[in-house]
């Protein structure tokens, strides 16, 4: 992998000790990322939906021509800005040697430009991306790939926890909301939440916004349009 200013890197020179406890505590993180998306499937690695496409025609083998088309395919609808809202990348990047939380187009580009993993981006990088489970909807639509595989829903069993019951309270009385108001400002939605007994952290309202917005029919993140006199 390509080194940067925010990458991890035993170059010399450095606290080796210190670069390695970092590298474990972002693999750990990481890893308990993965397995809680395993049951929540709120989010999709791109390795895992080019090893579904590799197996589309119900085969035990996966097909390496097929795998391959699929990152390349996924690679193509990133640098053509098809995961981004508002012009902002969608597609988290998890990976131990980076601090770096997004794959951008013009990260991708220059990784495939210059291939830096020997693989044209797919195992060091595509493989290590990931993105929302409804731009995965959409993406299935585009190449009309069958929609909702059973593989990416999110597990029966799993036990949604009391943080998320809350979130989805909250989206529930916000919809409404939006739906009459779609000007709706994100802090009116926020004491709107709250005088309703759905007060959430920062973080989880993030989330129930975009997602209530969604819900109701508008754009996932607002845009920045002008802002309201106050009534004099």
């Keep these: 992998m390509r080194p940067d200013k925010n990458d991890v890197q035993l ?58 088309a699929a990152f390349d395919t996924l690679a193509s609808d990133l640098l053509a800005g098809e995961f981004e809202e508002n012009g902002r990348s969608r597609v988290l990047y998890l990976h131990p040697a980076t601090s770096r939380a997004r794959m951008t187009p013009d990260w991708l580009k220059d990784v495939i430009d210059h291939n830096y993993d020997g693989d044209h981006g797919r195992s060091a990088y595509l493989g290590h991306c990931w993105i929302e489970r409804s731009m995965l909807e959409r993406w299935l639509a585009k190449h009309r790939l069958p929609q909702s595989p ?24 916000l919809v409404p909301q939006l739906k009459a108001d779609p000007d709706l400002r994100r802090a009116d939605a926020a004491k709107w939440c709250d005088e309703n007994g759905c007060r959430l952290g920062k973080r989880a309202f993030d989330r129930v916004w975009r997602e209530a917005r969604v819900a109701a029919g508008l754009k996932r993140i607002a845009s920045p349009g002008r802002r309201r006199k106050s009534p004099r």
């Design 150 to 173: 059973p593989r990416f829903r999110p597990q029966k069993n799993y036990r949604v926890s009391g943080a998320t019951e809350k979130e989805t309270a909250a989206i529930k009385v």
């Design 11 to 68: 170059y010399g020179g450095g606290d080796r000790e210190r670069d390695w406890r970092t590298r474990q505590r972002r693999t750990a993180r990481i890893k308990r990322i993965t397995e809680r998306q395993r049951q929540t499937r709120e989010w999709i690695n791109f390795a895992e939906i080019a090893e579904w496409c590799s197996k589309e025609d119900q085969s035990i083998l996966p097909n390496k021509e097929k795998r391959a």
